[in-house]
């Protein structure tokens, strides 16, 4: 009897919410990974390289192309609302008022993992075959891990500062500050690497056309009630998701321009909080599962293991060294670049998102993206239990006020 795609996909929708669900409340992993982490981790089970190759009937059975493909389009616009509320509450005036310590951290905590993670790329470059895409140049793979080892992931950062009750201190603001500033880097950079020089007139246009319909966008939200402005901005995210991807800059480019350029006064701060929970609640998981839906073992899994290793002392190391740069620049307490620099680490979500990107474009093997992925899993699990013993001995510096006040 053949069974109707409708069926498999609402069975498919019931391993998904289920089983991350079910190891997150019986094994009570929130101190650690939150649930969020926990539905990568079960992607990344629920893909071919695990259950696909111990259970191929039962993957091929459920997942089929048809199934795959509707899956694919809910995860396509889950994570596209995603990165614009991202770039919506990404708090340029604040970087801007401690611009002298924000500056020096952010950028230290990137430029150090950067350099330290295209050490990474040019290793895997050098040590066998199959990491690179079949589009990919080799100064396009170096930096894009590179920048993959320096990401940090905003909403899984607020996350965390919330459960280390310090997320409205003016320690976790400053957090806030310095990822909030490595996040527009983050894309600036995806930008630079996906330039198309074969699309580059189309590119052109789209640039100029955005910031002219980014001046009109403003006015027009600004002129409509807020219940508008929630409908306003979601027709915007895809208009220039659909502009962005047409130039050849991917969507997701084009999902953070459309948030960024929305002021977060424009929404209720309370309503914007929980709309990004409820995606993450009822869409992201979708994501996490096509997400892992990609990952291939074909090189062997010691060697992406070993891959993944790699990419993780470069990303850890890199962010440690330049957050502690930061702190004998700064003048910083002892143990505070310890704090902030481990809480840097949270990469799940965001450079999941980049490394999609990367693959998308055949910039990297499906190889790769799967050691990306689980370095940063990894490197998001090793935050908490690294900072709470020294946050337990730095609580006067949670209500120590900036450098610049």
């Not at 590119?203 to 508008?228: G, N, T, Y």
Request: hydrophobic fraction near 60%; include cysteine.
């Amino acid at each position: 009897m053949t069974i109707p795609t409708t069926e498999l996909f609402l069975i498919a929708m019931v391993i998904i919410f289920t089983i991350p669900y079910l190891f997150w409340r019986v094994l009570k992993t929130d101190y650690y990974a939150p649930l969020a982490v926990v539905q990568i981790i079960g992607g990344i089970v629920l893909g071919p390289g695990i259950l696909g190759a111990v259970f191929p009937a039962y993957y091929d059975f459920i997942f089929t192309p048809a199934v795959i493909q509707s899956l694919n389009g809910i995860a396509w616009w889950a994570v596209m609302i995603f990165v614009w509320i991202a770039g919506i509450e990404l708090d340029l005036k604040s970087a801007w008022t401690n611009r002298l310590e924000t500056g020096v951290t952010a950028g230290l905590a990137m430029i150090m993992p950067l350099v330290f993670g295209c050490g990474a790329g040019i290793v895997l470059l050098n040590f066998s075959g199959g990491w690179i895409g079949p589009k990919g140049h080799d100064w396009q793979f170096i930096v894009g891990i590179g920048m993959a080892c320096a990401v940090t992931a905003l909403p899984i950062l607020v996350l965390f500062l919330e459960k280390l009750e310090i997320l409205r201190q003016p320690l976790g603001q400053r957090i806030l500050r310095f990822a909030s500033l490595d996040d527009i880097a983050i894309w600036g950079v995806l930008a630079i690497i996906l330039l198309d020089w074969g699309r580059v007139g189309r590119q052109a246009m789209f640039l100029l056309a955005f910031f002219i319909s980014a001046v009109a966008i403003l006015k027009l939200m600004r002129a409509v009630k807020e219940s508008d402005r929630w409908y306003l901005g979601l027709i915007w995210l895809a208009v220039v998701g659909f502009a962005a991807d047409w130039s050849g800059l991917h969507y997701m480019v084009g999902a953070f321009l459309a948030g960024v350029v929305l002021d977060a006064d424009l929404f209720d701060r309370t309503k914007l909080d929980r709309f990004r929970d409820h995606v993450l609640l009822a869409i992201m998981p979708v994501f996490f599962l096509s997400t892992g839906l990609r990952t291939n073992w074909d090189v062997g899994g010691l060697v992406v293991f070993g891959a993944a290793a790699i990419l993780l002392v470069a990303a850890v190391s890199g962010k440690l060294v330049g957050v502690h740069l930061a702190g004998r620049i700064l003048n910083w307490p002892k143990g505070e670049a310890h704090v902030i620099g481990w809480l840097l680490q949270t990469k799940a979500l965001i450079m999941i998102i980049f490394v999609n990107v990367l693959l998308d474009k055949g910039i990297i093997s499906n190889q790769t993206f799967t050691a990306a992925l689980l370095m940063a899993v990894a490197s998001t699990m090793l935050s908490i239990p690294m900072v709470t013993p020294q946050l337990a001995k730095l609580r006067n510096v949670v209500d120590k006020p900036s450098a610049e006040g």
